[in-house]
């Protein structure tokens, strides 16, 4: 006989059987919920670690890139200067955090030349478990890199002789005359006198052919050293006689280039007014002959002389020069300007940089 006693007492432990297996698969539960949530961190934290990394490597990368983004840098090693390699090595390596490897390359864009390639990455190097970075820039630089021995040029060298050219800029210990008798002697001698020729007209109230287009620098510089500073300022004359010149004795196979220098105002002939146009009609006129101009503008204060109409006659480039010391190394850009052959390159820069996990 079964009672109800047995009856309540056997279904009691029916239930706490129930409750035990309950609490069983829960603590399996939270034990899976646990174990997954430390996976998870232990992955967060093993991602924060790499992306750091990642990051610092990054960081000096491009710091190394952007050093390296200096035509300075790009034109010693095109130059191959002396040391130029254990320079960009030192560079490099101050740049880098320590235990990073590194491999760069320097290439010109245009014609595919390696120009450098420096590297410290060793066989041992693993690179499966290392951290890889890669940067690429590029620079376009340009330089004076030969005489053009092919170009042949005849050069009037157009020089202001008025009144004022007698007076010194503030600082200079001399003339502007002196300086600008020695600066022109100094381009002269940067001509190959085997095919270049040169002449010279000066002008103040009027303008004069001092001497022909000539071979011969000892006689053009004598030329320029009996120049004597008085009177007013004719340009446009000084423009009509270069013409003359380049029409009566240029070579027709040379380049035909004019350079004139002044520290005043077109005064002459006649008045402001008509000697400005003129000296702007004459402009024109060489212009329509193929002569390359250059002018330059001398004086401390540019209201002393009419910089607008020296920009007009310019055909290749204007200068200023607020000292008159300033003129010996215009002439010399112009000289650069016109004889050397400047080549234009674009240089691409490859940085990869590994590092061991």
Not at 48 to 67: D, F, H, P, Q, R
Not at 264 to 281: H, I, S, V, W
Not at 338 to 344: A, C, I, K, S
Request: glycine share 6%; proline share 3%.
């Amino acid at each position: 006989m079964v009672t109800p006693t047995m009856w309540t007492s056997s279904c009691g432990g029916d239930r706490m059987v129930t409750r035990r297996g309950q609490m069983r698969i829960i603590e399996a539960l939270i034990a899976c919920v646990l174990m997954f949530l430390c996976l998870s961190v232990s992955i967060f934290f093993s991602n924060v670690y790499k992306v750091t990394e990642a990051t610092e490597l990054e960081e000096a990368g491009l710091n190394v890139i952007s050093t390296l983004d200096d035509p300075g840098v790009i034109e010693k090693v095109i130059l191959k200067q002396d040391g130029w390699d254990s320079q960009l090595k030192s560079l490099i390596e101050n740049l880098l955090p320590p235990d990073t490897f590194y491999n760069l390359t320097i290439y010109s864009s245009v014609t595919g030349q390696e120009l450098a390639n420096l590297s410290n990455i060793v066989d041992q190097v693993n690179q499966t478990n290392s951290e890889t970075s890669s940067f690429r820039q590029v620079v376009t630089i340009s330089l004076p890199i030969t005489r053009n021995q092919t170009r042949k040029v005849d050069v009037m060298l157009v020089m202001d002789r008025s009144g004022s050219m007698g007076q010194k800029e503030p600082g200079d210990q001399y003339n502007k005359m002196y300086y600008a008798k020695e600066a022109a002697k100094t381009f002269v001698d940067q001509l190959n006198m085997s095919k270049d020729m040169v002449g010279l007209v000066s002008f103040a109230t009027e303008a004069t052919l001092d001497i022909h287009l000539t071979n011969s620098s000892s006689d053009v510089k004598a030329a320029i050293d009996d120049l004597y500073p008085n009177g007013w300022t004719n340009i446009g004359d000084a423009i009509n006689l270069t013409i003359q010149e380049f029409q009566s004795n240029g070579r027709s196979d040379s380049i035909w280039v004019m350079i004139l220098l002044s520290d005043g105002k077109a005064n002459r002939p006649y008045n402001e007014t008509y000697a400005r146009e003129y000296a702007l009609l004459q402009a024109e006129a060489a212009r329509e002959l193929g002569i390359r101009s250059y002018t330059i503008g001398l004086g401390a204060n540019t209201s002393d002389f009419d910089e607008d109409l020296l920009r007009q006659i310019a055909s290749e480039g204007y200068y200023y020069a607020p000292s008159a010391e300033d003129l010996t190394d215009i002439y010399l850009m112009i000289a650069q300007d016109l004889l050397f052959e400047v080549n234009y390159d674009i240089v691409t820069i490859q940085l990869i940089l590994m590092r061991a996990r």
